[in-house]
């Protein structure tokens, strides 16, 4: 990669390209608005990994006594096997980790075999599914834990 990944908070004023991440990422996206109103939230950690200084993935939780429930986990499509989602949910479990976390949770496709890889390579295991949980196709959702963080 040429451009180094570096990693930081996200901040209101990251909304809208963060939102433009989301919508190359997602047949439902979330808002501007939505990403713009979690980082005002003292119980959300949303981070973001830039790339010359543009944003090129994100990862956000909502933390509740001691968890992380990872509610968004994306990179762009152009930088994607670059590293970036390894570099990023690193960094997002140091940082959850600080803030006196011990256990994540996600929801993932099953299609999503790259995803499923990364997760797997941070010790999640799958814990059950959510039948029908995407509401774009109606696959379900693999839900899955990392309690050894």
Known sequence: MADAIVIRE???????EV???????FTVPWSRESFWSEVQNENTLYLVATAGGKIV?????????GEAQITNVA??????????????????????????VTAMTLE???SNEAALALYAKFGFKDYGRRK????????DAIIMWNTKI
Do not use: S
């Not at 993935?57 to 006594?65: P, V």
């Not at 029908?132 to 696959?139: A, F, H, K, P, Q």
């Open 10 to 16: 996200m901040t209101a004023d990251d909304a809208d």
């Open 19 to 25: 939102a433009a991440v989301e919508k190359e990422c």
């Open 57 to 65: 993935g994100y990862m956000g939780a909502w933390l509740l006594q």
């Open 75 to 100: 990179v762009h499509p152009a930088y994607r096997r670059q590293g970036v989602g390894e570099t990023i949910l690193r960094e997002f479990t140091a940082a959850v980790k600080e803030r006196g």
């Open 108 to 110: 993932v496709r099953p």
């Open 132 to 139: 029908g949980y995407y509401l774009d196709n109606g696959e």
